[in-house]
């Protein structure tokens, strides 16, 4: 599947409105996108700088699907999240199973640094209704008793946590919230 840069880049310059723009460099992206069981499937995304010719300003277009910085659709990292946090499969096994049912091929340690990187991301958009509650989802209660908040694969400073409650949202999924 081929995508050429004028389906998805905007027809103006974004920062004065011109309808007065030229490519000057472009590339190829091969990304892995979802297939079936038996068709594996790549999209070959051009990607292109354009310059406007009334303002001098130079844009790259990002098509929203394919995000900048990996080799696999949005719809794959989602899916692989998905798994992960809602059905509480290993990285293993989600590279498993995207194998068996959407022949994409990728290497656990791929979902396990999406796991880490993304982690954030995903929970944010899982509580859009209450995006507060991300951040209360982005913390870890040990098993002494003290806390500490995940930032962006970051170990936040252990506080003693007097009260938590935690709510099922999942198999192997809990809400956890308390006070500091
Ligand atoms: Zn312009």
Same mark, same amino acid.
């Given at each position: 599947m081929k995508i050429?840069?004028? *389906?998805?880049?905007? $027809?103006? &310059?974004?920062? &004065?409105?011109?309808?007065?723009?030229?490519?000057?460099?472009?590339?190829k992206r091969t990304i892995s996108e979802l297939g079936n069981i038996i068709t594996e499937l790549f999209v070959e995304l051009h990607v292109a700088t354009f310059e406007c010719e009334n303002c001098r300003n130079k844009y790259t277009p990002q098509h929203p699907d394919y995000p900048k910085g990996y080799e696999y659709s949005r719809s794959?990292? *989602?899916? !692989?999240?998905?798994?992960?946090? *809602?059905? +509480?499969?290993?990285? +293993?096994?989600?590279?498993?199973?995207?194998? %068996?049912?959407?022949?994409? *091929?990728?290497?656990p340690k791929t979902i396990y640094s999406w796991i880490n990187a993304l982690t954030e991301d995903f929970m944010k958009s899982e509580f859009k209704a209450e995006p507060e509650k991300a951040l209360?989802?982005? %913390?870890?209660?040990?098993?002494?008793g003290t806390g500490f908040s995940l930032g962006n694969k970051l170990l936040g $400073? %252990? +506080?003693?946590?007097?009260?938590?409650? !935690?709510? %099922?949202?999942?198999?192997?999924?809990?809400?956890?919230?308390?006070?500091?």
């Open positions: 050429s840069t004028h *389906q998805y880049a905007p $027809k103006a &310059c974004p920062s &004065c409105g011109s309808g007065e723009i030229a490519i000057r460099t472009s590339h794959i990292i *989602q899916t !692989a999240l998905s798994l992960h946090f *809602q059905d +509480n499969v290993s990285g +293993n096994r989600i590279a498993a199973q995207l194998a %068996k049912y959407f022949s994409v *091929q990728m290497l209360e989802v982005y %913390k870890a209660l040990m098993i002494d $400073k %252990k +506080n003693d946590v007097q009260l938590s409650s !935690a709510v %099922k949202l999942s198999d192997g999924i809990y809400l956890l919230t308390w006070w500091e």
